[in-house]
């Protein structure tokens, strides 16, 4: 039995910081995903961070499941990458001109990823998909979008209908301060449905700039993509003209070294990458084939920069993570831990009779509270929200940080021990219990 803590006593200090948070700061946080809005209560204010663990500001220990939204698949302050950052930082944090730790990534990116011949560094996944549908639209000179319903491709404009994410997290079906014409070139499909976004090609014959996916959505929760949708997409988009931007923000270096694409053989025409590739840091990146890549500022006219873009830190800090992402097994070895915590939660869900179901994709897992399989955002928003917050909190209250949304992943990392897994999974028995 985990003795969940006395409720608010313990965290003090994160409700005083907090408070003073709320007055400076929009909602005080930074990102509105941080807020504890849909699961009641104040977020958790962190003082400090290592392997697997969290601490908040009143000293509360957690074992943390976010990850920073899935940018530490190494698990917290990793000494290597500490290391790295630490050396960079004493030759200097930003130049504002090339490197070679630029080169080094780049060519550690292409090497993964052969479908991106070229790269160009971002500092937020929000640039990197923005970016490659202006070149998209550039390249075919056309100005629709198709994107599927409960993806997320960062917060601008052209993304920000039925989105995923916060906006499913708040309930933000079109976001005000879109222009209305600008939001009706984007097309909306259900996940999964390749026969709906046949028909949005049909609708709108030679009009569509690209197709923008997920190609495993774990932004409304982690839905699979079916056998063939993959497929269906890139053979719709090469009879059409139109480009396939498998947006792997969060997919990049989760389940293999290499991408979504790599696992199900499917070649995209452009890329973009994010969360993982920065080791923690902020950076992300859009690639793809070169004829497209070369239309860009300085070779092209599609022009996009960036300041701190490539910045010799989050360079430093992306190639020790994938020196260690690289080493034989590393992907292997977080696969066995992962499927050992989705066998357990399979087994707590039998023991206690929740109505959830739980979906895995390598080290990515939602609990839906629905028992339904989700296969699409419209079942995803099926899900009890009421019963998913009362769940967050028994975790919290014993030691467990989960994404405080019905619509996220749990991201395992590497640095996850099955000791710390199988405390996990007694919690998720006890907090499935009380909340059933
Ligand atoms: C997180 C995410 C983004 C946005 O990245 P930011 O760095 O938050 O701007 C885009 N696409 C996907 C799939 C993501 O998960």
């Given amino acids: 039995m985990i003795s969940p803590r006395s409720k608010e006593a313990g965290r003090s200090r994160s409700h005083e910081i907090f408070r003073r948070a709320t007055d400076v700061l929009v909602g005080g946080v930074n990102s509105p995903v941080r807020a504890f809005r849909a699961v009641?209560?104040?977020?958790?204010?962190?003082d400090r961070a290592a392997g697997a663990r969290?601490?908040?500001?009143?000293?509360?220990?957690y074992i943390d499941y976010v990850c920073s939204w899935g940018a530490l698949i190494l698990g917290h302050a990793h000494p290597k990458i500490v290391q790295a950052i630490t050396e960079q930082a004493r030759r200097g944090t930003s130049y504002g001109m090339p490197t070679e730790l630029e080169v080094e990534l780049a060519l550690r990116i292409r090497k993964a990823l052969p479908s991106c011949e070229k790269v160009r560094f971002v500092s937020s996944g929000t640039e990197a998909t923005m970016s490659a549908v202006r070149l998209a639209r550039a390249a075919t000179g056309r100005d629709l979008i198709i994107k599927f319903e409960g993806c997320y491709h960062g917060h601008s404009d052209s993304f920000l209908s039925e989105a995923g994410s916060g906006l499913a997290t708040l309930g933000i079906a079109a976001c005000p301060g879109v222009p209305k014409a600008l939001a009706e070139l984007t097309l909306n499909a259900p996940y999964n449905d390749a026969a709906a976004a046949e028909k949005l090609f049909d609708l709108h014959r030679n009009k569509i700039a690209a197709l923008i996916v997920e190609p495993v959505a774990a932004n409304m929760g982690v839905v699979s993509p079916k056998p063939g949708f993959l497929q269906a997409l890139r053979d719709l988009c090469t009879r059409n003209g139109a480009l396939l931007i498998f947006d792997e923000v969060i997919t990049g270096f989760r389940m293999c070294y290499g991408g979504a694409q790599t696992l199900f053989g499917i070649t995209p025409d452009l890329t973009t990458l994010g969360k993982i590739i920065g080791g923690g840091l902020p950076v992300a990146a859009y690639g793809g084939r070169r004829d497209l890549m070369d239309r860009v500022a300085p070779l092209g006219p599609v022009y996009?920069?960036?300041?701190?873009?490539?910045n010799p830190l989050a360079m430093s800090a992306?190639?020790?993570?994938f020196d260690l992402l690289a080493a034989p097994g590393f992907y292997e070895s977080l696969e066995v831990r992962a499927k050992r915590f989705g066998e357990g939660i399979v087994a707590a869900l039998g023991e206690t009779g929740a109505p959830a179901t739980a979906v895995r994709a390598g080290s990515l897992l939602t609990l839906f509270f629905s028992r339904e399989p989700v296969t699409d955002y419209a079942g995803a928003k099926k899900c009890d929200t009421r019963r998913f917050a009362e769940f967050f909190r028994a975790m919290l209250d014993r030691g467990i940080f989960l994404a405080p949304s019905q619509f996220e992943a749990l991201f395992v990392s590497a640095a996850h021990t099955d000791a710390e897994i199988d405390h996990t999974l007694a919690a998720f028995c006890e907090s499935l219990a009380t909340t059933s």
């Fill in 54 to 61: 969290l601490w908040d500001a009143d000293g509360n220990e």
């Fill in 318 to 321: 992306g190639i020790a993570s």
């Fill in 304 to 310: 996009q920069a960036g300041t701190l873009s490539g």
């Fill in 40 to 46: 009641g209560g104040e977020p958790i204010v962190v």
